[in-house]
């Protein structure tokens, strides 16, 4: 099963499954991670933002132009910047990191 990371706002590192079909946001909610998804994953907000480790960046499929409108309303926006409800594991994802913004 792939595995992801998580760095949490306060700097420390959580390693956990990662399985295939599941938003980043599914998989933090299912680990107690504090990423928030008010929406659910409908892509009507920008609470489940985060930050893709540049070494993860080149593996991820574009944002669609509705993601980035959320974005656009994301506190902390980055060069990185993604919505977990929008980043679905798969295998080549192994591996992936992601840090969650230190205000949502």
């Known amino acids: 099963m792939p595995r992801m990371t998580f760095i949490e706002r306060d700097g420390s590192k959580r390693e ?3 399985p295939v079909g599941l938003s980043v946001l ?6 107690d991670i504090d ?3 008010a929406c659910e994953g409908s892509l009507a907000c920008a609470t489940c933002h985060v930050v ?9 499929k574009p944002a669609a ?3 980035e409108d ?3 309303m994301a ?6 910047s993604r919505l977990g409800c929008q980043i679905i594991m798969t295998e080549e994802l192994d591996g ?3 840090r969650l913004p230190r205000m949502s």
Do not use: P, Q, R, Y
Request: glycine residues 6%; without cysteine; charged residues 40%.
């Open 65 to 67: 132009e509705e993601e």
């Open 52 to 60: 893709v480790d540049e070494s993860s960046w080149d593996k991820l």
């Open 26 to 31: 599914e998989i933090a909610h299912k680990n």
């Open 70 to 72: 959320m974005l656009d």
């Open 16 to 18: 956990v499954d990662a």
């Open 75 to 80: 506190f902390g926006l980055e060069k990185t």
């Open 96 to 98: 992936l990191i992601v």
């Open 35 to 37: 990423l928030e998804g």
